[in-house]
């Protein structure tokens, strides 16, 4: 198979601090894991793409220093949020994959983490 | 810019009946993948399709691939309420290093 976790599935955090969700492919090595946030009924939008061992490409309008991303191994990938406001509540999914080309792979999910900013 | 657009955007259906939701795209994509969302779930990978004009099929959905690689179907038999979801058809961008979704079809079941 091709496992994705991600930790914590939900998490409620009072505005101001900071919030790390971690995703983990469990029996791959994932080259790429990608970030995306979803809001209610609607698609994923991508945040990030994290490559192990390198720094994060940041989607345009995604603040690097407010999401800030971790690739370092090939197991795990964190998305800290930082300083959180009430407008970061969302569903947040990781996903992984084999190569750093979308186009010869697929993509595997977590099963997403539900942020809370109170 | 690629984009994939799904149709329709709802449906609600009867327990039994058939359906078929829409990708399209005004680009030519290598491949498209098609993802089953559950609330409050990740997306669950139900198929990719490479070859133009392909037809594959996992149990009640067929999936088929157009023959200019533009468009995707995803057709379902008897539909039953554990089909219920938001289904995503999706599509490496050009050069390949991120991945285009379409904005899904939300799909009630009712039995």
């Known amino acids: 198979g091709a496992v994705v976790s991600q930790h914590p599935s939900w998490v409620i955090c009072k505005s101001g601090t900071s919030v790390k969700i971690e995703c983990r492919s469990l029996d791959f090595q994932a080259t790429t894991m990608f970030w995306y946030r979803q809001f209610p009924k609607q698609s994923l939008m991508l945040m990030a793409t994290?490559?192990?061992?390198?720094?994060?490409?940041?989607e345009q309008g995604v603040e690097k220093d407010k999401f800030l991303i971790n690739h370092a191994s090939l197991t795990l990938s964190t998305l800290t949020v930082t300083s959180a406001h009430p407008e970061d509540s969302s569903f947040y999914i990781c996903s992984a994959t084999r190569s750093r080309l979308a186009s010869s792979y697929e993509q595997y999910f977590g099963p997403g983490t539900r942020l809370t900013v109170t | 810019t690629q984009l994939l657009e799904q149709s329709p955007q709802f449906l609600s259906i009867q327990e039994g009946e058939n359906l078929t939701v829409y990708c399209n795209s005004s680009?030519?994509?290598?491949?498209l993948q098609w993802y089953r969302q559950e609330p409050g779930e990740g997306p669950v990978l139900l198929v990719t399709v490479v070859t133009g004009g392909e037809v594959k099929k996992l149990k009640r959905l067929t999936f088929q691939f157009g023959d200019a690689r533009k468009d995707s179907s995803l057709h379902i038999t008897a539909a039953q309420p554990g089909d219920t979801g938001l289904y995503l058809c999706a599509g490496p961008n050009t050069g390949g290093f991120k991945t285009i979704f379409g904005a899904g079809t939300r799909l009630f079941v009712k039995a």
């Open positions: 680009s030519v994509f290598s491949s």
């Open positions: 994290s490559n192990e061992g390198s720094k994060a490409t940041y």
